[in-house]
């Protein structure tokens, strides 16, 4: 049966969540003692329990999820809801069960349908999500069995998967629901095509989903409950007081002895206070269950609903009331409902009080602008008696007189019913459409005077605008008495701008944006009520600006049409088959076994690291005597204390003499516990003088003549000349920014010198053993055989675990290597973005010639990229940006340079696409150029200028684009292109503030290396006398499916099932020197080496298979061994044969290209620069897959990512080169709401004979098709500018973020407030 969290391990937890109640417990648990520990449970989940996840740490990933379960003695029910276990404080779980993924099922016991069907749905890739996925679902159908689509996308809307691109997750959910109540074009499913004959996954295959099998609820937590005998319960731990009082009157008496201590409701305001911003409290009050704050209480004239309710609770109630109450009654309900929807992640609306909310009053808070708008007001409860203050202006610009009082609590918050001629709206705009805070919101109202047009009363809230939420009530006085026409909104933007003042410096910046949102927003309002009052009287005319705004549904479907295996292939031949993820299930019981989860080693410590505060400095003095001095501290190691090189190929493990970026590591701490280590490292003084020149930019860096290697250039034609002769001439600029790989395994090391000969033991998430090998021995001056390194799996990589791991490797060795203790180096999510830098930001600076007709004649084109402070891969990274910076078009004179900058930033590095996907942003963007001077359309001038038959490429290395154009014509006509571009075009007729946009990219995408020893690989494959087979490899699994594949070569090479093959883990022991685990090319070469390994020893074997046909692998497995045949062996694949000779500009650099064409259609708001993503077709040339299933989650995974980097995620710098934007609050990932209404997928077959089984490596090219949203955008916008009478072509640079599309969209509110102008990095 499966077990809930309630397992007797963690004494004190046990305590506290089920045995008799201690009422002066004191914690035994030593992690009780470490700062902060109260605030997690994170910290006390059983060591064994790998289940739940650490990511973030700050509620925002949702790895950490679990499940609480509580008894509610009044309704004697059951309350399931999912928290992020890195927030809850573990003394608020008194009296209810937690169940972490390992209570749902187990493949020890039985996997429970949740899992099942995620694994099965191929909803795992890397697996390090995918516990918390199964925690969100699982929830869900605790309290709904069968839930709706929109359901499961709402419970997911809080866990990020960074590898999958989410579909596969939400279609494992949606196969618990029942269509039978759906019509047939609402039912998304796996869509079969005529000529496909496999699915993805068989339906047939899931066991039955039966809610009546989960576990009860502990009927001992039932009588705790109930047990009218409950006292006061308080938990001591050596710095801080948890006290729950038994009663209100308990709790009043607690706030008039401790008035300063903050009363603990979801702890998702004080948690992130104390873990980030080092906030103490002796004491807490956490008065959580307590029945006199839930209720609701609903009225004639409004409702009350209880302090204690959490957000969650609150969106429950307020849909029974609206459900109940005539709809004029209810608009301010209805604005808090759309907020609620996307305030946080489920786990956070779970845990969230309204109380809570209400007195935090983050100045970007979304719920009290509108109930501010609503005239709500704050019920409070202190020993003095009870008192109304209302939830106004003042009160949430915390003017002192207007606040609570410290010893009073908020016991309700009283929200009246709207009225007729009253109108209350709640408007926001984030950079990602959930879970993400607000850049700028809004809560209005405004009554009129009956049955007329006239403002009785006015009332304007913005939230993220300043430091609080701020009242417009000046704005809102002057224009009390005014017909709501269009003359009021002008006067009204006017106003509001003058009232509202954002700094130039202020906090967040995007202060010329926020200032348009301002007024934006203020007229989606005015519309709003225009159509209100509209549809109540005939009023005045609608004016102008009036347009009515279409809001596209949540559903998301998905076809995904993939390809037909031989009907000769043998049953059971693997091959071309979509085979689940061969640790799918474990992944989704959380007993995947990541660097973190390894046990605790005896005498281990944690390292923590002290890191530059400048980003570029002398170091005058380090000292450590304050940081050595605090308790458990072992030691504190610095550049002194390398052995070896410290300084190797460039690259330097701690910072000597000098820093020279910010986030460079300059020394680590090494401690018993990583509270220690951490707290530690803050008490490390370090004096620093400035060195000029600082340099962060690109701009900068050309200024300065900064680069880190000599340019990189290829050339065709005579471009000075075709210049001469073309009919135009265009030249431009794009800058692209860099993205953050956002793996949800942050770099995890566990370093253990061994007792004898200076070995040294490193386990690790890396795409590249090898080079840990060779840093950490440099590092150490030991030669590489002493140096053992082994890597089970990464959770997630995408080029960010290239070359990082050996830095830290070496950084994490030298510490184990002084401590002589096993070294545990755990980066927290805001060091591992700091530290490890990501994407190269790009400048593309282009020179176009061109004839009318749309024929390009001439490019010339210039690359920089921001490498960063060391080398890095940032010389190849550019050797690739220009050796595929043509794309898909042939243009006869063509010439391309590019260099990358030394800046004073961290150094960036490898990320999925290596280059591609940030430089051939500048080849689509002036092919669009071109089009909108030559008045084509972009399709038509890509179509004019694309490879037709088989060419060289400008290097010179012959291909065939067939698979091009297969992938580009089926893309328009099964995308029903032209049909949808004059449809959008119809609607953007009718809408001129909403604009539809489509965009088709063609894509020729490489492969492997241009040099042949980076693509050799080698395998060892051992056969066991009981027949079974342990393949070992030179790939890493990243969740990228490789072992998986590798087993189905395998299978077919040796023709068993793949249930006799095991792989489990790559080490440097067993296949030494083997190269990287990226460039698309992981499957190709190890799949080779496996192929080869397999085949020799097959052919070992024929003899034994000859003598004896029909007898058994087993049989002739013993046979051969009893003849002494030699059932081990190593399998090599040499390389493909790739050169490029750059003195020549010329070299047959790829093995062979990838082809592909995505068609995307956006819809944007012009008023807030928001856009949703309607459809995406992708056509992908993947020639015969070895695993559909797999091919497909790496296309969907990198477009969605690629989506990601070309939309919403935005890395910020201050000017001095500090990263801003250090977790999921600042930097945002796409989550489930941001993926295509509709996707397909269509898998284009073709010929690869070079490649194993025909097949192409497929890990990378996804991540470029994400550009089809850019410049679907791009088409949008340039509709939008069109109909303004802006005809000048504009350049959109990436990502277009919602600040961008909007300052782009220029019009009267823009022109209302100066231009913003990006600073580029
Ligand atoms: C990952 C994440 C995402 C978020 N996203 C959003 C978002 O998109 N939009 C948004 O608006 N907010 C967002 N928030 C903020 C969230 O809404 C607030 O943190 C939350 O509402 C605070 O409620 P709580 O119960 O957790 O408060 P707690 O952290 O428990 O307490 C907060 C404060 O309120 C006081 N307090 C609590 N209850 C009472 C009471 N009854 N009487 C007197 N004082 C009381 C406490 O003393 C404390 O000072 C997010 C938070 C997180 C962690
Ligand atoms: S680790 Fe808890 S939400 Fe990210
Ligand atoms: S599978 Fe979701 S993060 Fe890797």
Avoid at 883 to 905: Q, S, V, W
Avoid at 1294 to 1307: K, Q
Wanted: glycine share 8%.
């Amino acid at each position: 049966m499966p077990v809930s969290y309630r397992e007797e391990v963690s004494k004190s937890l046990l305590i506290l969540l089920v045995q008799e109640p201690s009422y002066q417990f004191i914690f035994s648990n030593p992690k009780a003692e470490q700062p902060g520990s109260l605030f997690s449970l994170t910290p006390f989940l059983p060591v064994h329990l790998t289940g739940t996840k650490y990511s973030c740490g700050s509620g925002g990933c949702g790895a950490c999820t679990v499940m609480v379960s509580r008894y509610d003695p009044k309704t004697k029910k059951i309350h399931h809801y999912p928290v992020t276990a890195c927030l809850v404080p573990i003394c608020s779980l008194y009296g209810a069960a937690v169940t972490t993924v390992e209570g749902v099922g187990s493949i020890k016991t039985r996997i429970h349908p949740v899992q099942e069907r995620l694994a099965k749905c191929h909803g795992t890739q890397c697996g390090f999500c995918s516990p918390g996925m199964v925690m969100s679902i699982y929830t869900l159908l605790r309290n709904h069995p069968e839930p709706t689509p929109e359901q499961i996308t709402e419970a997911l809307g809080g866990n990020l998967c960074r590898c999958t691109g989410y579909r596969p997750i939400v279609e494992s959910g949606k196969t618990f629901y029942s269509y039978t109540s759906l019509s047939i074009s609402e039912v998304p499913f796996v869509f079969c095509f005529v000529e496909m004959c496999t699915k993805l996954y068989n339906e047939d295959e899931f066991q039955p989903f039966d809610p009546s099998q989960e576990p009860i609820f502990p009927p001992e937590l039932i009588r705790m409950a109930e047990d009218p005998n409950k006292r006061r319960l308080t938990f001591r731990g050596k710095r801080t007081t948890w006290i729950t009082p038994v009663n209100l009157n308990d709790l009043l008496e607690l706030k008039t002895n401790f008035p300063e201590a903050p009363i603990i409701m979801g702890n998702t305001a004080v948690g992130p206070s104390i873990k980030f911003r080092d906030e103490f409290h002796p004491v807490f009050i956490s008065p959580l269950g307590l029945q006199e704050l839930y209720f609701v209480d609903s009225t004639d004239d409004g409702v009350t609903i209880g302090a204690g309710y959490s957000l969650a609770q609150l969106n429950d109630a307020l849909h029974f009331i609206v459900s109940e109450q005539p709809k004029e009654k209810t608009k301010t309900y209805h604005a808090l409902l759309k907020h609620l929807r996307t305030l946080a992640g489920a786990q956070i609306r779970n845990m969230a009080t309204l109380g809570g909310h209400v007195v935090s009053r983050p100045n970007f808070s979304d719920l009290n602008p509108i109930l501010a708008a609503g005239n709500a007001t704050i019920n409070l409860i202190s020993k003095e008696g009870k008192r109304q203050i209302p939830l106004d202006g003042r009160f949430l610009e915390k003017s002192p007189e207007a606040n609570l009082k410290s010893e009073e609590t908020v016991l309700s918050v009283y929200i009246p019913h709207s009225t007729r001629w009253h109108f209350v709206s709640g408007l926001r705009i984030a950079q990602r459409q959930e879970n993400a805070f607000a850049m700028v919101n809004a809560g209005m109202s405004v009554k009129f005077e009956d049955g007329t047009d006239t403002i009785k009363e006015l009332q304007m809230f913005y939230g993220s605008v300043g430091p609080t939420v701020v009242s417009a009530s000046k704005t809102c006085q002057q224009l009390t008495g005014r017909y709501w026409n269009d003359q009021m909104l002008s006067d009204a933007c006017q106003l509001v701008l003058d009232e509202i003042y954002i700094p130039p410096d202020a906090e967040g910046g995007m202060v010329e944006y926020r200032r348009t949102l301002i007024i934006s927003l203020l007229f989606k309002f005015y519309l709003k009520v225009r159509r209100g009052l509209n549809k109540m009287v005939r009023t005045t005319s609608l004016g102008l600006w009036f347009q009515c705004l279409r809001t596209a549904g949540n559903k998301i479907t998905c076809f995904v049409h993939e390809q037909c295996v031989d009907p000769y292939q043998p049953p059971q031949d693997p091959v071309g088959h979509p085979v689940m993820h061969q640790s799918a299930i474990k992944h989704t019981t959380g007993e995947a076994v990541f660097v973190d989860d390894i046990p605790p080693i005896s005498q281990e410590l944690f390292l923590a690291v002290v890191t530059s505060t400048r980003a570029h400095a002398k170091i005058i003095l380090i000292d450590t005597s304050e940081a050595l001095a605090l308790p458990g501290v072992a030691d504190v190691i610095t550049a002194e204390d390398v052995p070896g090189d410290n300084n190797y190929q460039g690259e330097i493990f701690y910072a000597q003499n000098e820093v020279i970026c910010v986030g460079q590591i300059v020394c680590t701490v090494a401690a018993d516990t990583y509270a220690h280590a951490k707290e530690a490292a803050k008490k490390v003084r370090i004096v620093y003088e400035d060195l000029e020149p600082r340099i962060i930019t690109i701009e900068q860096a050309l200024e300065h003549n900064s680069f880190l290697s000599a340019e990189k250039k290829i050339e065709q034609g005579n471009v000075e000349q075709a210049f001469k002769h073309v009919d135009q001439i265009i030249e431009g600029e794009v800058h692209v920014e860099g993205q953050e790989h956002f793996y949800m395994e942050t770099q995890t090391i566990l370093a253990i010198p061994q007792e004898e000969d200076k070995e040294m033991v490193l386990h690790l998430g890396t795409q590249f053993q090898t080079h840990v090998q060779e840093y950490v021995a440099a590092a150490l001056n030991i030669p590489r055989n002493r140096i053992a390194c082994h890597t089970k799996r990464a959770g997630g990589a995408f080029g960010g675990k290239v070359s990082k791991p050996a830095l830290l490797g070496a950084v994490s060795a030298v510490a184990a290597n002084k401590t002589g203790r096993p070294i545990r180096f755990i980066l927290e999510r805001g060091d591992d973005m700091l530290i490890t830098a990501g994407r190269h930001p790009l400048l593309g600076k282009y020179k176009i010639g061109f004839m009318n007709n749309g024929v390009i004649k001439a490019a010339d084109i210039e690359y920089y990229i921001n490498g960063g402070c060391t080398p890095d891969e940032s010389e190849l990274v550019m050797e690739f940006i220009v050796l595929r910076c043509e794309n898909a078009y042939y243009i006869p004179n063509f010439r391309c340079r590019g260099r990358p900058c030394k800046t004073n930033l961290p150094s960036n590095t490898a990320f999925r696409g290596f280059g591609f996907p940030q430089g051939i942003v500048v080849s689509e963007a002036y092919i669009t150029a071109v089009a909108s001077q030559c008045n084509l359309t972009p399709e038509q001038v890509k179509e004019i200028n694309m490879y037709k038959r088989t060419s060289r490429t400008v290097h010179k290395q012959i291909f065939n684009p067939e698979p091009l154009r297969r992938c580009w014509k089926e893309c328009l006509e099964k995308s029903s292109f032209s049909a949808r571009k004059l449809a959008a075009e119809e609607f953007n007729k009718k809408n001129y503030w909403k604009k539809r946009g489509l965009a088709v990219v063609p894509m020729k995408f490489t492969v492997g290396m241009p040099t042949t020893f980076y693509n050799q690989a080698a395998a060892l494959v051992h056969i066991y006398l009981d027949g079974s087979v342990l393949v070992s490899h030179g790939g890493c699994e990243l969740g990228q499916g490789l072992h998986t594949k590798m087993i189905q070569v395998a299978s077919r090479e040796l023709n068993i099932p793949e249930s006799y093959i095991h792989l489990s883990e790559t080490n440097t022991t067993t296949v030494p020197n083997a190269t990287f685990t990226a460039g698309s090319m992981g499957a190709d070469i190890n799949g080779k080496a496996v192929q080869n390994a397999c085949q020799i020893l097959k052919a070992r074997l024929q003899p034994v298979i000859r003598k004896n046909p029909k007898g058994t692998w087993e049989e002739w497995i013993s046979e051969a061994y009893e003849e002494s045949i030699n059932l081990s062996t190593t399998g090599y694949f040499k390389g493909y044969q790739t050169n490029m000779d750059w003195k020549k500009g010329e070299g047959d650099a790829f093995p062979y290209f990838v082809y592909g064409a995505s068609c995307s259609e956006v819809e944007v708001d012009c008023l807030t620069g928001a856009h949703k993503l309607l459809r995406t077709d992708i056509f992908m040339d993947a020639a015969f897959s070895i695993n559909p299933a797999v091919d497909i989650g790496q296309i969907e995974g990198a477009f969605v990512q690629g989506m990601g980097f070309y939309t919403i995620e935005e890395l910020k710098y201050s000017p001095e080169g500090v990263l801003y934007s250090r977790g999921p609050d600042d930097y945002k990932i796409p989550t489930v709401t941001e993926i295509p209404e509709e996707f397909n997928v269509t898998l284009v077959r073709s010929q690869n004979p070079i490649a194993i089984y025909s097949s192409k490596g497929l890990g990378e090219a996804g991540m470029f098709l994400g550009s089809s949203v850019l410049f679907a955008i791009y088409d949008a916008v340039a509709a939008a500018r069109r109909e303004r009478g802006l005809t000048k072509t504009f350049t959109l640079s990436s990502p277009a973020t919602p600040e961008l599309i909007r300052m782009t969209c220029v019009d009267q509110f823009t022109d209302m407030v100066r231009v913003v102008r990006r600073a580029p990095y």
